[in-house]
């Protein structure tokens, strides 16, 4: 099976190992990687986020093991367009997180505009961090955990008065 999800990556951390580990899981991988021209477009917040280089090295040494682990195969591209690589007929799944959701379901009408086979979306919810809120790169570069949902030191002093 070919497997395709996307996103920006910056910094890579336990959240999207989740997403990684089911797409290994189902087959080959690629993933998009935002471009550094629509990476600021697709967040929420206003953050400074690392060149694509930089962001792909790390993915790449987060894939590596993955799929070596999985014995798949992977690939990244870059994204330059919200919809992505998945539009493209050769797919036949997209992982997602629960807030991309709706992303993907275009993503299929888009296929089926262009006569493609529908991709099997397979949705990874989110992975909690020790206080119980979402592991985001939004939260580890404030400082509050590590990529792993740990709470910094700082953040657990704040909690604990």
Known sequence: MN????????????GHRALFERAF???????????????????????????????KADLTAELEALATEHDQEFEIRTLTKPTGIAVEPQFDALVVSPETVAGAERIN???????????????VDH?????????SSTRILKGEID???????????????
């Open 3 to 14: 497997v395709a999800l996307g996103g920006t990556f910056d910094p890579v951390h336990d």
């Open 25 to 55: 899981s189902l087959g080959d991988v690629t993933v998009g990687l935002t471009s550094d021209s629509l990476a600021p477009k697709t967040r929420d917040v206003d953050r400074p986020i690392r060149s694509f280089e930089e962001r």
């Open 109 to 123: 009408e888009i296929r089926a505009e262009n006569g493609h086979e529908e991709l099997r979306i397979e949705v």
């Open 127 to 135: 992975v909690d961090a020790d206080d119980g809120e979402r592991i």
């Open 147 to 161: 990529r792993h949902g740990n709470l910094t030191p700082e953040a657990a002093g704040r909690q604990s008065d």
